[in-house]
């Protein structure tokens, strides 16, 4: 067996071809969507047994003015294992995303994603590999960009209830792992236990347990080596009737949060909450939110 090795870097002409090649296939795409090949797009899709979904979101900071919003188009090709998605947003960042899966082998999945920013020319690209079975799941992506690509790396294996998983990020600009996070959980029945190491500095864990069919609880805890920082929390949800829930929770930061949902229909979902920062409750800035869900 032969193995070559091609050190490539921001000065190698093949790299830089290739990085402007992934950035551009995303301004392809998108003129695509304003030119005459949107009508042979389309057909073809169709003539798939295409399936397109349309989706549109929006939120407004009461106290900057600042509003956001956000476009996104799926069409899926199942006959194909296709999919293609794009999306934009109010601050003019068009992304596209191409993914093939259980076409070359079951259980695999290839993908590719390029964002770029017209007002700026700023470009990414990803590509994305993921394989997965019944006990086990891989994913392993290359993000592109000037400096140099970063590799990152998942593993999730599972056995009897057990799970562990691995995490990774390598900078090859620096030479050196920007992540190294190990995790570890157990489930049985309506309890779960989970653990993780975050580069052997973080630790934190939780557990979850449905106490009953309307009663759940979980508490969590986190703290950093070297720092007396712990951080520890407890939640709970109970279910009132079969439309609505009501849930707190409350942290060692002494912040307590409340919130109430109801299903007015089929469909339709109102959520009520609030955040109160209990040791400072005369000094103001507690919050208030309500959420509309629509599903059509």
């Keep these: 067996m032969i193995l070559v090795l091609v050190e490539v870097n921001d000065s190698t002409p093949v790299w830089n071809e290739f990085l402007s090649f992934l950035m551009n296939l995303n301004v392809c795409i998108v003129h695509l969507f304003s030119n005459l090949l949107l009508s042979v797009f389309l057909a073809f899709f169709i003539g798939c047994r295409c399936q397109m979904d349309?989706?549109?979101?929006?939120?407004?900071?009461?106290?900057?003015?600042?509003?956001?919003?956000?476009?996104?188009?799926?069409?899926?090709?199942?006959?194909?294992?296709?999919?293609?998605?794009?999306?934009?947003?109010?601050?003019?960042?068009?992304?596209?995303?191409?993914?093939?899966?259980?076409?070359?082998?079951?259980?695999?999945?290839?993908?590719?994603?390029?964002?770029?920013?017209?007002?700026?020319?700023?470009?990414?690209?990803?590509?994305?590999?993921?394989?997965?079975?019944?006990?086990?799941?891989?994913?392993?992506?290359?993000?592109?960009?000037?400096a140099g690509p970063t590799i990152h790396a998942a593993a999730v294996l599972g056995y009897e209830g057990w799970l562990a998983g691995y995490?990774?990020?390598?900078?090859?600009?620096?030479?050196?792992?920007?992540?190294?996070?190990?995790?570890?959980?157990?489930?049985?029945?309506?309890?779960?236990?989970?653990?993780?190491?975050?580069?052997?500095?973080?630790?934190?864990?939780?557990?979850?347990?449905?106490?009953?069919?309307?009663?759940?609880t979980a508490v969590n805890l986190s703290w950093t080596a070297g720092s007396n920082n712990t951080r520890f929390g407890i939640a709970a949800k109970y279910q009132l009737d079969k439309d609505s829930s009501i849930s707190a929770k409350v942290n060692n930061a002494s912040l307590v949060g409340v919130g109430y949902t109801q299903c007015l229909r089929p469909g339709v979902k109102l959520t009520l909450s609030t955040l109160i920062d209990a040791k400072n409750f005369n000094a103001g800035g507690h919050k208030v939110g309500m959420g509309f869900e629509l599903e059509v």
Excluded at 174 to 181: D, F, I, P, R, V
Aim: glycine residues 12%; charged residues 25%.
């Design 167 to 216: 995490q990774m990020a390598f900078d090859t600009a620096k030479s050196k792992l920007a992540q190294n996070n190990f995790a570890l959980g157990y489930k049985a029945g309506d309890f779960q236990l989970h653990t993780n190491v975050n580069d052997g500095t973080e630790f934190g864990g939780s557990i979850y347990q449905k106490v009953n069919g309307q009663l759940e």
């Design 54 to 146: 349309f989706s549109a979101g929006g939120s407004s900071n009461t106290d900057t003015g600042k509003a956001a919003g956000n476009l996104e188009t799926k069409y899926k090709v199942k006959d194909l294992g296709l999919t293609l998605n794009q999306k934009w947003n109010t601050d003019n960042v068009l992304t596209t995303e191409v993914t093939l899966e259980d076409q070359l082998a079951k259980g695999l999945k290839l993908g590719l994603d390029t964002s770029v920013v017209p007002n700026t020319g700023k470009k990414s690209g990803k590509l994305k590999a993921g394989y997965k079975r019944d006990y086990m799941n891989v994913g392993c992506d290359i993000a592109f960009d000037l």
